[in-house]
């Protein structure tokens, strides 16, 4: 099988805790994620919104995490983002940086305010640095990532965006939570060519069934036309996700159910792989 995800906090949750890649304490490491013959994994470094030093927390984890997978697996493409804006702090020059160190996309802020924009916790409206950040996103390739932002913060961000991205969240019509989008942003993240990936956090699932929600999400995005712009970011080690999806190892198991509930496989192979395969075609 083959799998591309948008989104997890490894990166995040192994220099924290000074673990190997191999820990078994990890939602994705290279025993469990053995099952696919190819996978690229999107590894976030999270910058959380009480961090005092950002930047040199960033620095540190991805050199840390680095480290960590020299001797990778022969079936993995490690991606690297940064989860957090605030990282960029007032210091513009940072997107450039972000781009020698190979970041592909970057959260702009977490649920905070920061100097770009508003998090889901405020009403902080995109602001005039933020959109120069943006810019430099687009100048060095780097891909805005939407995730965590106000809806007003989105809708200023998504017009300035060369290509959003929202790599973890969940749809709003499924079910209501501040972190999940409405079909408005969708319609807007498609018409830009961006793509979402599919949380399966319970908490913006519906503290439900989380497989029959995952299918609720997609089958939505079926119905409104956007299957070529939907993706996985699944947010395992960054999240508590439900015992029957609580790591990587169980991804071929809702695949099976997906397909059981009558989600072809040409589908299923566009949402777990190739839409965001196509999407960063070129870029990993």
């Known amino acids: 099988m083959k799998f591309f995800d948008l989104h997890c906090d490894t990166a995040y949750?192994?220099?924290?805790?000074?673990?190997?890649?191999?820990n078994d304490?990890?939602?994705?490491?290279t025993v469990k994620a053995a099952c696919f013959d190819n996978w690229y994994q999107c590894?976030?470094?999270?910058?959380?919104?009480?961090?005092?030093?950002?930047?040199?927390?960033?620095?540190?984890?991805l050199k840390y995490f680095k480290n960590q997978i020299i001797k990778k697996p022969h079936n993995l493409t490690p991606v690297f983002t940064v989860?957090?804006?605030?990282?960029?702090?007032d210091d513009l020059s940072r997107v450039e940086q972000l781009y020698i160190d190979g970041i592909k996309a970057?959260?702009?802020?977490?649920?905070?305010?920061n100097q770009i924009a508003g998090g889901v916790d405020t009403g902080t409206r995109l602001k005039p640095f933020g959109k120069q950040v943006i810019a430099e996103l687009n100048r060095f390739g780097i891909f805005a990532d939407l995730s965590h932002l106000n809806k007003q913060s989105f809708f200023d961000a998504i017009e300035v965006a060369d290509k959003p991205?929202?790599?973890?969240?969940?749809?709003?019509?499924?079910?209501?939570?501040?972190r999940n989008i409405d079909d408005t942003q969708l319609k807007l993240l498609t018409e830009k060519n961006g793509i979402m990936g599919l949380c399966f956090y319970p908490a913006?699932?519906?503290?439900?069934?989380?497989?029959e929600n995952i299918y609720k999400n997609i089958y939505h995005i079926l119905e409104l036309g956007y299957e070529d712009y939907l993706s996985i970011g699944s947010d395992f080690d960054g999240a508590d996700m439900a015992d029957n999806l609580s790591d990587i190892s169980f991804v071929p198991t809702l695949y099976n159910y997906l397909k059981k509930r009558g989600i072809n496989e040409q589908t299923l192979n566009k949402i777990f792989f190739t839409n965001a395969f196509n999407f960063f075609k070129g870029e990993v």
């Open 165 to 178: 991205i929202v790599t973890h969240t969940c749809c709003e019509y499924v079910y209501e939570h501040k």
């Open 13 to 22: 949750k192994c220099y924290t805790q000074n673990l190997s890649f191999n």
């Open 83 to 89: 989860e957090g804006g605030r990282l960029i702090q």
């Open 106 to 113: 970057l959260t702009l802020t977490w649920n905070g305010e």
């Open 25 to 29: 304490a990890l939602a994705v490491n």
């Open 43 to 61: 590894f976030a470094i999270f910058i959380d919104d009480i961090i005092s030093e950002p930047f040199e927390f960033y620095q540190n984890t």
């Open 204 to 211: 913006f699932l519906g503290q439900c069934d989380v497989f």
